[in-house]
């Protein structure tokens, strides 16, 4: 697994060199908690944190050079969005930013397959267990020029978000299969194997077929009484299967052993009761054309 992960200790944040410099995608995971913290709005418990929170993501968007930002809200469907040039346009519109830059555009979205656009733009998902996957194409296809920002945990991978993306951007930009299979995918970090369970219940509950259980039944481990999920193994598995995309870098931060050292944020510390519900932010910013 290769990895090409840095954490500025100066800044505390974190981002994947090689993304920046090779493919000219910006990108920044806020990684120390004492310098950035939680950075969803809605889960800020004062005033204060919220402000805080605006001037932060003012920062980042200052150092993705971005006009805008778009933010993922995720919902539990997969749900997938196109943001072409006309789309773009429509929600800088709705949202009457034309005339304010540096606002925020929040889009209901677990994956986006994002064009460039005359104005560079970030576009943000905030994560707390999930990885994200930032797809970027070695070679770029005749049809399309952009990235793929995918938000990927254990349900998405059940709903075969990660493929069901990959056939949305083949079908809306004629993308030939060996266009699809020059994908590379930066994963930000995410709960790993060892750490990420689901009850017996409900993973029979999932599994209720024979077919779905096949399917599952590599990246999972039963350990007292509990099933260990490997989703992003999962998820890399069928890139490959489906469509022979086999190039991916990691970080190889696993998000719930990060928490425990005030980085990161992680949904199952939070349920476990030693760390506050938060999110950090993962920030991909999209240069103009
Ligand atoms: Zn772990």
């Given at each position: 697994?290769?990895?090409?992960?840095?954490?500025?200790?100066?800044?505390?944040?974190?981002?994947?060199?090689?993304?920046?410099?090779?493919?000219?995608?910006?990108?920044?995971?806020?990684?120390?908690?004492?310098?950035?913290?939680?950075?969803?709005?809605?889960?800020?418990?004062?005033?204060?944190?919220?402000?805080?929170?605006?001037?932060?993501?003012?920062?980042?968007?200052?150092?993705?050079?971005?006009?805008?930002?778009?933010?993922?809200?995720?919902?539990?469907?997969?749900?997938?969005?196109?943001?072409?040039?006309?789309?773009?346009?429509?929600?800088?519109?709705?949202?009457?930013?034309?005339?304010?830059?540096?606002?925020?555009?929040?889009?209901?979205?677990?994956?986006?397959?994002?064009?460039?656009?005359?104005?560079?733009?970030?576009?943000?998902?905030?994560?707390?267990?999930?990885?994200?996957?930032?797809?970027?194409?070695?070679?770029?296809?005749?049809?399309?020029?952009?990235?793929?920002?995918?938000?990927?945990?254990?349900?998405?991978?059940?709903?075969?978000l990660h493929i069901r993306t990959l056939e949305l951007a083949a079908a809306t930009y004629n993308l030939t299969p060996s266009?699809?299979?020059?994908?590379?995918?930066?994963?930000?970090?995410?709960?790993?194997?060892?750490?990420?369970?689901?009850?017996?219940?409900?993973?029979?509950?999932?599994?209720?077929?024979?077919?779905?259980?096949?399917?599952?039944?590599?990246?999972?481990?039963?350990?007292?009484?509990?099933?260990?999920?490997?989703?992003?193994?999962?998820?890399?598995?069928?890139?490959?299967?489906?469509?022979?995309?086999?190039?991916?870098?990691?970080?190889?931060?696993?998000?719930?052993?990060?928490?425990?050292?005030?980085?990161?944020?992680?949904?199952?510390?939070?349920?476990?009761?030693?760390?506050?519900?938060?999110?950090?932010?993962?920030?991909?910013?999209?240069?103009?054309?």
């Amino acid at each position: 697994m290769p990895v090409d992960f840095v954490i500025d200790k100066t800044t505390g944040l974190a981002f994947f060199p090689s993304l920046e410099k090779n493919f000219g995608i910006k990108n920044f995971i806020t990684y120390n908690n004492s310098k950035w913290g939680n950075m969803a709005y809605s889960l800020a418990e004062t005033e204060a944190e919220k402000q805080r929170i605006k001037r932060l993501d003012r920062k980042l968007m200052r150092l993705t050079a971005a006009k805008y930002s778009f933010v993922m809200t995720t919902p539990p469907e997969a749900t997938l969005l196109v943001l072409d040039k006309p789309q773009i346009n429509y929600l800088l519109k709705d949202s009457r930013l034309e005339k304010t830059p540096g606002r925020e555009v929040l889009i209901r979205a677990n994956s986006v397959i994002a064009e460039r656009f005359k104005i560079p733009y970030q576009i943000v998902v905030g994560p707390a267990d999930c990885a994200v996957f930032i797809g970027v194409f070695k070679k770029q296809p005749a049809n399309f020029n952009g990235v793929v920002v995918m938000h990927i945990g254990f349900p998405q991978v059940y709903q075969r978000l990660h493929i069901r993306t990959l056939e949305l951007a083949a079908a809306t930009y004629n993308l030939t299969p060996s266009d699809l299979s020059l994908l590379k995918f930066y994963i930000t970090p995410y709960i790993c194997p060892r750490h990420y369970s689901i009850s017996k219940k409900v993973f029979d509950y999932l599994a209720y077929e024979a077919t779905i259980r096949r399917r599952l039944a590599r990246f999972v481990e039963y350990k007292n009484n509990k099933y260990f999920v490997d989703f992003v193994g999962l998820a890399k598995f069928e890139l490959e299967k489906s469509f022979g995309i086999a190039d991916f870098v990691e970080s190889g931060v696993c998000t719930y052993e990060a928490a425990a050292q005030n980085a990161l944020f992680s949904y199952t510390r939070y349920k476990e009761g030693s760390q506050r519900k938060g999110v950090f932010a993962v920030v991909v910013g999209v240069g103009s054309k």
